[in-house]
Every structure is written in C-alpha cells, then in structure tokens.
C-alpha cells in the first residue's frame, strides 16, 4: 500500500514536471517568435528603396492623383512623370513584379481606406485570369500587411487554408524576405532599385529577329480573379474615380486573340469602362523600342505613356 502511493506521488510528480516544461517551452517558443517577428517587421517597414518600400509606399502613403497599377509590364511601360506633365496631376507607379489582379484589389482597398484618387490606370496582361495552381503564392508579398490591414485579409487567406493559423506566427509573414529586408536596409538597395515614382527603366534594345508570340490559346480561367477584377472596377465607380483599363503592347508578328482580354474588355464594356488595346498595337511593333517580348525598354516606355496620357486627355 505504502509502495503503491509512492508510485502513484512519483509518477503524478513527474506528470507535472513534464507540464511544467511544456509550458515553458511554450512560453520560449512564443518570446522568440514575437521578438524575432517584430524585429523583422522593424526592419522590413524602415526600408526606404526596393520593391517591398515600393509595396509599403503603394498602400499606406500614396497621396498622388492618379495611379497606375499592374505587374512588371505596368512597372516597365508607364512613366509618371510623363502623365504629370500632360495632365498636370501627381502621379506613382504601384505596379509589382509578378503580380495578378488579386494583388491589385488588395492594394487598391489600402489604398482606398485612406484616399480617393482621381484617375486609375489598370494594366492587364495576357493571360490575366488564367487558372494556376500556385498562382496565389505570390500574395505572400501582401503577408506583412496582414496585421494592420483588415480591408485586405480576405484576399491575403486566399493563399491557402491554413493562412489564417500560419499567421498566428508573428515570424511567419517574413520568413522568406529575410535576405530581401536586410538588404533593402542598406546603401547598395538604393543604387542598384533604379525606380523613378515607382517607374522601373529597362534600357537595353531587343537584338534578335521578331517572332510569332506564343501562348496557350484554351486555358483555364480562375473565376476568383475574374471577380477580383469585376470588384476592382466597382470599387472605383463607388468611390467615382476616372478608371482606364489598358492592355500594354508586345512585340510579336501575329495577330491574336487572348480570352483574357476579351472578357476583361466585355466586362469593361458592361460597366461602361474604358480599355484600350494596345496588346496588337502595330505603330510600337519596333525591336527599338523592346527589352524583350513582353516588355518596353525606356524609349518604348516613353512612347506608349504619352500615347496613353493623350488617351486620358480625350476623355476628361
């Protein structure tokens, strides 16, 4: 009897002790992630160049009048200051690298939670609602913003199903930006970030014979971005800002047709926006004026953002 409650003590002894350390492994755990977590988030907010500035500018401080948004084609192909001088309005590049029309919308409603601008400039791919499984990991550049923008969490959750429980992580939102941060808090990020109002100059000419451009013709479309790109286009009628959808041009031979744009344009259509097509636009068909297929070097830039901007002037 003696010897079964001394088993019994030791044993609930032990239970406790192993609770004990539970708990403070926790508590370790949960030190580490909020001290590491806030100092990256210290850090990835201070930076002052690169595309992740560039992102922080876009959706807490823009104030310009009109805004250009997109992916890297609206990055490469619409100088501000060219929209500044024609129409006498402030002006800021908000495109991203690698960026889909759910990119757009999130920033947009940051945008929108502290100001109206007067004209949006919406750029739109080849391709644009193309269903792609991992298509929505590149939202992962919206994860620290997550914290202090409730306007754009449903969008950021469409990352994945288990978004919302990762983000519990204070850590989580920059784990993969870490060599980008400590970067962009140095000297060299700024000489090496050649960006002008969030306009990215590309400088070399395209050397090689002009083809036909090939992509997939019958794709699947991911009815999650047609919508992100219906709502775009309500938010702005909402809020009566002036909104040109444009489809940048690319340098090919071929004529063709995107399904893309062409819903893009009857959605446009319906809601009584304008698009401009310019994907087949033969007057910039010039290697001159390219980087590559898909992108204008500075000179094309020019071109097309004063042939753009003489658009805008038509319609005010």
């Known amino acids: 009897m003696i010897l079964d409650k001394l ?28 001290s590491i977590g806030n100092t990256l988030r210290y850090f990835y907010f201070k930076q002052e160049s690169g ?21 890297s084609r609206a990055c490469n192909h619409y100088m501000p200051t060219i929209f500044e001088e024609k129409l006498g309005l402030s002006s800021y590049n908000v495109g991203r690298y690698g960026s889909p029309v759910l990119y757009h919308l999130a920033v947009l409603k ?17 391709q644009e609602f193309e269903k792609i499984d991992d298509s929505y990991d590149v939202l992962s550049s919206l994860l620290p913003y ?16 288990y978004e919302r429980l990762k983000l519990l992580s204070n850590i989580y939102p920059f784990n993969s930006e870490l060599l980008t941060i400590a970067i962009g808090n140095t000297e060299i990020n700024k000489r090496r970030h050649d960006d ?20 997939p013709q019958n794709y699947a479309l991911d009815s999650k971005k047609i919508n992100a790109y219906k709502t775009f ?23 063709f047709k995107d399904s893309s744009i062409e819903i893009g344009k009857q959605i446009a259509k319906k809601e009584n926006i304008s698009f401009l097509d310019y994907s087949n636009y033969i007057p910039l068909i010039n290697p001159n004026l390219y980087h590559d297929n898909p992108h204008l070097n ?19």
């Not at 609930?12 to 370790?28: G, P, Q, Y």
């Not at 929108?112 to 080849?126: A, G």
């Not at 309500?234 to 690319?250: H, R, T």
Request: proline fraction near 3%; hydrophobic fraction near 45%; aromatic fraction near 14%.
């Open 7 to 34: 088993i019994f003590t030791l044993r609930k002894s032990n239970f406790w002790f192993f609770i004990t350390k539970l708990c403070l492994f926790f508590l370790l755990v949960f030190i580490l992630d909020f």
């Open 51 to 71: 595309l992740q500035y560039q992102a922080t500018y876009a959706i807490e401080k823009t104030k310009e009048d009109l805004l250009i948004f997109g992916s």
């Open 110 to 126: 940051g945008v929108l939670k502290r100001y109206t601008p007067k004209i949006i400039i919406l750029d739109l791919n080849l």
């Open 146 to 161: 997550y914290k202090t923008h409730p306007e754009m969490r449903s969008i950021i959750l469409m990352r994945g199903k």
């Open 196 to 215: 002008v109002k969030g306009f990215i100059a590309l400088r070399d000419n395209w050397k090689f014979p002009i083809k036909n451009y090939s992509f």
């Open 233 to 255: 286009i309500n938010a702005c009628k909402k809020q009566k800002i002036k909104l040109l959808i444009v489809c940048s041009p690319y340098l090919s031979k071929n004529r």
């Open 298 to 316: 500075v000179e094309g830039a020019r071109m097309f953002s004063n042939l753009v901007a003489d658009e805008v002037l038509k319609d005010r």
